[in-house]
Nanobody, 115 residues
Framework: QVQLLESGGGLVQPGGSLRLSCAASASIFSFDAISWTRQAPGKEREFVADIIKGGSTNYAGFVKGRFTISRDNAKNTVNLQMNSLKPEDTAVYYC?????????WGQGTQVTVSS
């Protein structure tokens, strides 16, 4: 059973930064893709960013230029660096991994952007 564990969430002021990490129980290079999604209260879950096995990345339009997804080989994590945070970025952020045709989800980490 593959497990994913998110960390790094918290409370930050508008304009601030946070770095989320997704730790996997399997090698991150064994995943076909690892993505970050988020769900705000009362809203549907939405795609934020992903990194494909070969290293290419994709971003939702609303985070381009502010968020960066990357892999940390040494720590076996996929990270989401979030800069210039806005109140509308407030949500629970989830890590999702696709491996051998199966999707795995973490429990999520809360990000709150507020002054």
């Amino acid at each position: 059973q593959v497990q994913l564990l998110e960390s790094g969430g918290g409370l930050v002021q508008p304009g601030g930064s946070l770095r989320l990490s997704c730790a996997a129980s399997a090698s991150i290079f064994s995943f076909d893709a690892i993505s970050w999604t988020r769900q705000a209260p009362g809203k549907e879950r939405e795609f934020v960013a992903d990194i494909i096995k070969g290293g290419s990345t994709n971003y939702a339009g609303f985070v381009k230029g502010r968020f960066t997804i990357s892999r940390d080989n040494a720590k076996n994590t996929v990270n989401l660096q979030m800069n210039s945070l806005k109140p509308e970025d407030t949500a629970v952020y989830y890590c999702n991994g696709l491996i051998m045709g199966s999707n795995y989800w973490g429990q999520g980490t809360q990000v709150t952007v507020s002054s």
